[in-house]
């Protein structure tokens, strides 16, 4: 038996520091693993040069996930053909196109040449590696498998990438013809309507009801425009302020999955995001638990998802499957506990959970397609409408005006 000090971070973040005895560091490892813990150090001894180290300066920061993605591949293929993993980094640190990443390899390279292992090495830059990086890393160190997960750290960056470039793509447009619809809109209603208001005013006629509503928000946007804009940004602020406090957030996220159309885009999205991961991290060999307290930690888009994590994770923690754990969490659709059922029944769980991820990303694809193919005639028809009542409610004036001079 010799002596092993580890350090770990526990579900909640808080990172935790101990001394234990074990037959081998593969040993330990596995005993943390069992209990939901995400390794930072494993080393032989009753010291740790964690602790020496983590009170340095933290260089770099976050880096684009494409560059992390060429990056893993770079040092997957350097590994698989031989080179030593210091050697490799050192030269990728070297030749790498983005300084961050650069700076942050340099220090990798270092630490692993003064025996720290890999995970341990990126565990001290997590504002460029996360606990989803630092589990499959630690899982492919243990099994003699980096080479291969590296690959795989870079198919699930890859996939995730592409699916948010296709919703960014989606929207970019829709988007850029809003504002420049709205601001259209603005320049008729503040500098066009106003010059014929005065003009409409000096002749004294009845003017069409279309026109007199359209003076009067004219008029009315012009005489209150400050009070509001002062209006709207201490409402924008007050919203902020709400949705950062717990239950604020909660309400705010709980609200977001029920609108309707966009609320069930919103849960593919997360499903297939948390399912590509969950299925990444079983395939590496990361143990069920252990991948569910990852999920849990990196999942604060929506802390509904994030909840259901926790109780699946306690759930889990107590002896229960996975797919009974994600049933009583109460936020997850049937077929996805049955597909995990499936899954479990006959041995291929991270094969169908991948399948399943597949199901959801293909529900977003197609959610993309359709919404691009309706939301651009809308909002050129609507615009159009809008600025037709406006020039109507000119014109309509105008040509009663040449009919009263023709007389």
């Not at 770079?74 to 990728?92: E, F």
């Not at 720290?116 to 989803?132: D, E, G, V």
Request: avoid cysteine.
């Amino acid at each position: 038996m010799q002596k092993y000090s580890y350090v770990v971070k526990d579900s909640s973040g808080k990172t935790l520091k101990g001394v234990v005895n074990a037959e081998s560091r593969e040993r330990v490892i596995f005993a943390l693993q069992n209990k939901g813990f995400i390794i930072l150090e494993v080393r032989e001894g009753g010291g740790t040069m964690f602790g020496k180290t983590a009170g340095r300066k933290r260089v770099g920061g976050k880096v684009p996930g494409h560059v992390l993605a060429f990056f893993a591949e770079q040092l997957s293929t350097l590994i698989a053909g031989g080179v030593p993993l210091v050697r490799a980094i050192a030269l990728l640190s070297e030749y790498a196109s983005n300084p961050r990443l650069g700076l942050v390899l340099n220090q990798v390279a270092k630490d692993i040449a003064a025996g720290n292992s890999l995970h341990s090495a990126l565990a001290r830059h997590p504002k460029t590696f996360n606990n989803i990086w630092l589990s499959l890393v630690q899982a492919g160190e243990v099994g003699g498998q980096l080479a291969e997960t590296l690959g795989q750290i870079a198919l699930y960056i890859k996939t995730q990438e592409a699916m948010k470039s296709k919703i960014i793509t989606a929207i970019t447009y829709p988007a850029i013809l809003m504002v420049a619809s709205v601001g259209v809109l603005i320049y008729f209603i503040l500098g066009i309507v106003p010059t014929f208001a005065q003009i409409f005013k000096d002749f004294n006629i009845d003017l069409p009801m279309i026109t007199v509503l359209v003076l009067g928000v004219s008029s009315f946007l012009i005489n209150h425009g400050i009070l509001i804009i002062v209006s709207l940004v201490v409402l924008f602020l007050a919203f902020r302020f709400y949705i950062k406090t717990p239950e604020g957030r909660k309400h705010w996220h709980a609200f977001l999955l029920s609108v309707p159309l966009f609320g069930n885009f919103l849960r593919n999205i997360y499903y297939s995001r948390m399912l590509t991961t969950l299925a990444t991290l079983l395939r590496s060999g990361v143990t069920i638990l252990n991948a569910i307290v990852v999920l849990e930690e990196s999942f604060n888009t929506n802390v509904i998802i994030q909840n259901a994590l926790r109780i699946a994770k306690a759930e889990v923690a107590a002896g229960k499957s996975i797919s009974d754990s994600f049933r009583e969490a109460g936020v997850f659709p049937g077929l996805m506990t049955e597909m995990m059922l499936m899954g479990e029944e006959s041995g291929k769980l991270p094969s169908i959970i991948g399948t399943l991820s597949k199901f959801y990303a293909d529900n977003v694809d197609q959610f993309i397609a359709r919404f691009s193919a309706v939301i651009d005639p809308i909002l050129v028809v609507g615009v159009g409408v809008l600025i037709g009542i406006i020039v109507a409610s000119i014109f309509l004036p105008i040509f009663k005006l040449s009919q009263i001079g023709g007389q």
